[in-house]
């Protein structure tokens, strides 16, 4: 009899826990879309034991064949730093896709313990916002009031003007001084826009009054467009908290202590659009004042699009501020950050930065930390970051480190944290000068790694035939032994600087550097070593992906502000 009641309780045990590790599928939601990517999440219930996996595949609306993505993120939500809770999900991007375009997304969640399902979504890619074609012209120059808004006669300063504008306006603003901080209260609509553009007779200035006013607060508004103006010596350039559908486009922005900032959490950024400007403070390089407190863009919400900016002389050149999540940065320049160049600190889901140039920064990409995830670091160049290219602090979960290139001084990939969550990194080549080609968990104390996958990259040696890799507690001296002993870097391989096409030097961490061309010799080391990743090297040339930012013979990427 006990045998039998014992069978029936273990019978019992079995069937709870096996319905616990069973996935429910719940909601699955479409992400605000950017420019050029789309994102989802598909909540679930169960799953406990977070095997739950995901397939995404898009197409164009009308076209017939399915394109396969990468494969949907199950999102971890154990053990996120601060306690912070989120709900189980998984979650992924489709990148490079066309603006304004239509698309179907389709989706498909299974789990091996039970449970799946397939749903087909239809997403809209952002349009660039513009100038309605109908746009009614006012003309402002500087003054104290007055005008009628005409060519002839323009209002005289902001105040008059915010009396007249309304939803599709052109406002276009004269060579001259205005003093702020001007407030901007009145909203454009969807489609329908005000802009506020440079006129073309002569630099129209925007100046603050240095760390104690602000240039222009415009927060609150909605669907307003800034383009060809100069904003400089403010607090913030854009005090721009809790705006919607703000562009940004081909301005200068100097000697403020934060050129776009929109952080209130109680109101979400929503739908950014900020490209083609060039944003320079006044941080010195090297690093000679410690972590200064000077930011180029600071921006919380969703559906944002950063591209092809320069940002120089900053303490980070970029960041996030929680809420944060399904936004892009790509295709940026990215220079002599004292702090960091892109923070993707406090997102959630679907943040990404890809193919941005980074040179000169004391960190490259930050993830301290990230809730979750999937955060995306693709396709950046790194050259000369003083501390390590990527920056895993923090306990972050949920981290896609896909083709990038990192040639520095010193170590060349370091991290310190109490744990490391759900960490995939492919196809990327970090090439440095000391101690271990990789120091992963160098923090003293406790550390646990979990689903941490780091597999088909290339790393230099040390000089220190000692030394190559410290992951963990274990030390290994080669890369043979990696392979032999360890979980990971089954296919790893050793690169020098040889295998770039042009000359390559390591930096001088004391000195401003000029980006390398960091493109692949034919033959090297790092050529046909990757794995082949859906939508991120699809249509590589050879036998199969080169590692790093550049697969060979691509023509470099547009970064920076793009000619007209």
Not at 66 to 87: C, F, M, T
Not at 312 to 328: K, M, V
Not at 345 to 352: G, P, V
Request: neutral net charge; charged residues 25%.
């Amino acid at each position: 009899m006990r045998v039998i009641v014992a069978g029936l309780v273990g019978a019992l045990l079995s069937r709870s826990l096996l319905a616990g590790n069973a996935m429910t599928p719940g909601r699955l939601v479409p992400e605000p879309p950017t420019l050029i990517c789309l994102g989802v999440c598909w909540y679930i219930q169960g799953d406990d034991n977070c095997n739950a996996t995901g397939e995404l595949t898009y197409r164009k609306a009308g076209e017939d064949a399915w394109r396969k993505a990468l494969p949907l993120l199950r999102v971890d939500p154990r053990k996120l730093y601060g306690g912070r809770q989120i709900e189980p999900m998984l979650a992924g991007t489709v990148f490079d896709l066309a603006p304004g375009t239509d698309y179907e997304l389709k989706v498909r969640i299974s789990d091996p313990d039970g449970g799946e399902a397939e749903q087909v979504v239809r997403q809209r890619t952002r349009s660039e916002p513009q100038t309605p074609r109908d746009a009614r012209e006012l003309h402002v120059a500087p003054g104290d009031g007055g005008g009628s808004g005409t060519k002839a006669d323009p209002f005289k300063g902001f105040a008059a003007l915010q009396k007249a504008v309304q939803p599709g306006d052109l406002v276009l603003v004269h060579a001259g001084t205005y003093k702020g901080p001007i407030q901007l209260t009145r909203s454009g609509e969807e489609g329908r826009p005000i802009t506020y553009r440079g006129a073309g007779d002569g630099e129209a200035i925007f100046e603050g009054g240095g760390d104690d006013g602000d240039v222009l607060v415009i927060y609150g508004t909605r669907h307003l467009i800034f383009e060809r103006l100069t904003l400089r010596s403010g607090l913030r350039a854009f005090h721009a908290n809790g705006c919607q559908g703000l562009t940004v486009r081909r301005c200068t922005i100097t000697r403020c202590r934060f050129g776009i900032r929109a952080i209130d959490a109680r109101s979400p950024a929503r739908d950014f659009t900020i490209t083609d400007n060039a944003i320079a403070s006044t941080t010195t390089w090297p690093r000679t004042k410690g972590i200064e407190d000077i930011e180029g863009l600071e921006i919380n919400g969703t559906g944002h699009a950063v591209a092809y900016n320069r940002i120089t002389n900053c303490g980070d050149c970029f960041s996030f501020r929680d809420p944060a999540s399904a936004s892009d940065v790509y295709n940026n320049v990215l220079e002599a950050a004292t702090d960091d160049a892109i923070e993707l600190d406090e997102t959630t889901h679907n943040a990404r930065a890809f193919r941005n140039r980074i040179t000169d920064c004391h960190m490259g990409v930050t993830t301290q930390p990230v809730w979750g995830g999937p955060a995306y670091i693709i396709r950046n160049a790194f050259y000369n970051t003083v501390g390590s290219p990527l920056k895993l602090h923090n306990e972050p979960s949920g981290i896609v480190i896909l083709h990038n290139t990192s040639v520095k001084s010193a170590q060349a990939f370091e991290t310190w944290t109490k744990s490391l969550r759900n960490v995939l990194a492919r196809n990327n080549l970090f090439l440095g000068t000391e101690r271990y080609a990789a120091e992963v968990g160098t923090g003293k104390g406790e550390f646990e790694m979990a689903n941490v996958d780091f597999d088909y990259n290339g790393y230099s040696k040390s000089p220190d035939a000692t030394r190559f890799m410290k992951w963990g507690d274990a030390r290994y001296a080669t890369i043979e032994e990696v392979r032999q002993k360890a979980a990971i870097e089954k296919h790893g391989v050793i690169v020098a600087l040889d295998i770039f096409a042009s000359k390559v030097l390591f930096p001088d961490p004391s000195a401003r550097c000029r980006p390398p061309d960091l493109r692949l010799r034919e033959g090297s080391a790092a050529c046909d070593a990757g794995q082949v990743l859906p939508n991120i090297n699809d249509g590589f040339g050879g036998k199969a992906p080169d590692l790093g930012a550049y697969e060979l013979g691509d023509k470099l990427p547009h970064y920076g502000p793009r000619p007209e």
